[in-house]
């Protein structure tokens, strides 16, 4: 079975719980060494990391800030398997659907999806500007090659948005490094590949530490052809 293939088998199954803390003490960015709260029932296929789901929303009139962004982030559900996630999936609204100033992320487990996580404060973002009608299908497909490994960057990426707005959608993807330029350009080209883009798309690059400077995610970035 292709590891993202949708299962044959939906009945639903319980999902174990599992605690795997550092037992020395160390403090390391492997997400795999990080406490895990959800784990593979018996005969799931496991993902590599865990992935957490969440959901934000805001007035856009309402100035923005860390404390506000950060109140406004809600988690909905982590996954640990290929099961776990389509049985999740299948239940949320798809972007295309959401109305207003709407966000959904996806990030590996025990990242937040803000600019000052400590697996992000160095980090960036390539961004994809869609026009609308684009964001459900564009979304899925880039979920599931980050859950599927296929960057192949090791720990680089971090998590993947969706940001849905009144005149355009926008995609995003999240690594830590944002000065490593063989590892920005490879996500670069995967996600072209991925998401089958033309090859005259503008992508955008921006580091998250250039957001915490002017206080925006999609301002002032940095084009590639």
Known sequence: MNQLERPKDEEDQEESECHQDNSDGTNNN???NRRKTVCPAVGEHP???NYTFWYSRRTPSRPASSQSYEQNIRQIGTVASVE???????????PGDLSGH???HLFKEGIKPMWEDESNRSGGKWIIRLRKGLASRFWENIILAMMGEQFMVGEEICGAVVSI???????????RTSNDQTTTSRIRD???????????????????????RDHSSFRNTKISL
């Not at 776990?84 to 798809?94: E, I, K, N």
């Open 47 to 49: 993902l590599q990391y």
């Open 165 to 175: 707005r009144f005149q355009e959608d926008i995609l995003s993807i999240w690594n």
């Open 102 to 104: 709407s966000d959904f």
């Open 30 to 32: 492997n997400n795999n």
């Open 190 to 212: 995967t996600l072209r590949r991925v998401l089958n883009l033309p090859t005259n798309t503008i992508m955008e690059y921006k580091t998250h530490n250039d957001s915490l």
């Open 84 to 94: 776990q996630f389509w049985r999740f999936y299948s239940h949320l609204v798809r």
